[in-house]
């Protein structure tokens, strides 16, 4: 008996893909946005052979060489460190009123399992983008005609904005949960807020103080810019010396805003390290 012959049919030659394939269109996408900046800075009419001349760079220079030397005196000091003080407890109080209030308008913006229907999820969503969609300068300014002048109007403002921030990301981690334990506890009988409680809640925990850290470390730059609406702090201050030409005055509060910020990026770092250990 023969053995089969073998076969000598060719493979068929791969063809190179089609130029509207899934990666050429992520080229053709990339291409775009190059075109899109390029068009920006044409329509813009940016001066830059203005802005790099020589009077324009010896201006500069003399304007930065006003900053020298900081005022130091203890008097002033201590004024900025308490303003110092009032911005950290600003930036804290915001952040800490955010996560309770994203909290508790994540989970009706979330789908828990696959049979949720979730009635009020495009609703608390819709919110949450409004909440967000209003820079944090914007709620103080309108805050500050209830409120008044001063710090409360600048934490309301941290809150309101981080809410709508924290609210969406929450509601992201809680619905991209690992479905098996919850839906083992469900097959138990166990009620909903026991199963967020002991299913749900310990998986997204860690993902959700990273994001509450982050945003505790941007609403410290934040709270440092809202006093320029009067919203106490850093930024108050920094707005009337400035608008007043304290150029020394001016160079002290900017050094506190820098340590101020890299005191909690370092401290908020440490923190998030320890978590994902």
């Known amino acids: 008996m023969s053995s089969p012959s073998p076969d000598h049919t060719a493979a068929p030659q791969q063809l190179p893909p089609p130029i509207f394939d899934a990666r050429c269109k992520a080229c053709w996408f990339v291409l775009g946005l190059l075109l899109l900046v390029v068009a920006s800075f044409w329509s813009l009419d940016l001066q830059w052979v203005a802005f790099f001349s020589l009077d324009a760079l010896r201006s500069m220079a003399r304007f930065g060489g006003e900053f020298f030397p900081p005022d130091l005196s203890p008097v002033f000091v201590r004024k900025v460190v308490q303003a110092s003080v009032e911005t950290l407890a600003m930036s804290a109080l915001g952040t800490l009123l955010a996560v309770v209030f994203g ?12 049979a949720d229907r979730s009635w009020l999820r495009q609703p608390t969503r819709l919110l949450l983008n409004a909440l967000r969609s209003i820079p944090e300068l914007v709620w103080a300014a309108l805050l500050l005609v209830a409120a008044g002048l001063g710090p409360f109007a600048g934490t309301l403002a941290l809150a ?11 509601a992201e981690a809680i619905e991209n949960a690992e479905p098996g334990p919850a839906a083992a506890l469900r097959a138990q009988g166990n009620s909903t807020p026991a199963v967020l409680l002991y299913a749900t809640l310990p998986q997204v925990l860690p993902q959700l103080l990273s994001y509450t850290l982050y945003r505790w470390e941007n609403n410290i730059r934040a709270a440092a810019v809202l006093g320029v609406v009067g919203a106490g702090g850093l930024g108050q201050m920094l707005a009337f010396h400035m608008g007043l030409f304290h150029m020394g005055k001016t ?17 908020s770092f440490a923190l998030r390290r320890r978590l994902t250990r």
Not at 160 to 170: I, K
Not at 251 to 267: K, N, P, R, Y
Request: charged letters at 10%; proline letters at 2%.
């Open 251 to 267: 160079a002290t509060i900017l050094i506190a805003m820098l340590a101020l910020v890299g005191l909690v990026d370092g401290l």
């Open 160 to 170: 309101l904005h981080t809410t709508g921030v924290l609210g969406r990301l929450f």
């Open 103 to 114: 909290l508790l308008l994540a989970l009706p913006a979330s789908r828990l399992h696959a």
